[in-house]
């Protein structure tokens, strides 16, 4: 599975954006039977979960975020996307697609448990 994640950039504090991450999978499951999150990681810290969403569209998002970003998933396309309103400059990071193929009812939120990465994409929020 090769993910290809686009649509980070610059924007001003509570403005917005819209991620996406595309999936050309060459592997035995289907792309609408993993977990689809995003990570990010900030200068000088740790990569942090974000969001996920699973392969039937459950989704959990972290705290710091709740309210404020959507994942969703277009199964025929490939494609899932991270709606970002509101944003603050502390969301400033890499932003990071993932694909899991645990076989959860829900979908995991630590890095260890995806298997697949996107090469990541910058989002700057200034203040």
């Known amino acids: 599975v090769q993910l290809q994640a686009s649509g980070g950039g610059l924007v001003q504090a509570g403005g917005s954006l819209r991620l996406s991450c595309v999936s050309s999978?060459?592997?035995?499951?289907?792309?609408?039977?993993?977990?689809m999150s995003w990570f990010r990681q900030a200068p000088g810290k740790e990569r942090e979960f974000v969001s996920a969403?699973?392969?039937?569209?459950?989704?959990t998002y972290a705290d710091s975020v709740k309210g404020r970003f959507g994942i969703s998933r277009d199964n025929a396309q490939n494609t899932v996307f991270l709606q970002m309103t509101s944003l603050k400059p502390e969301d400033t990071a890499v932003y990071y697609c993932?694909?899991?193929?645990?076989?959860?009812?829900?979908?995991?939120?630590?890095?260890?448990?995806?298997?697949?990465w996107g090469q990541g994409t910058l989002v700057t929020v200034s203040s």
């Open positions: 969403i699973t392969w039937i569209g459950t989704t």
């Open positions: 999978s060459r592997a035995l499951r289907a792309f609408n039977s993993y977990h």
């Open positions: 993932a694909a899991s193929g645990t076989v959860t009812a829900k979908a995991p939120t630590g890095p260890e448990s995806y298997d697949y």
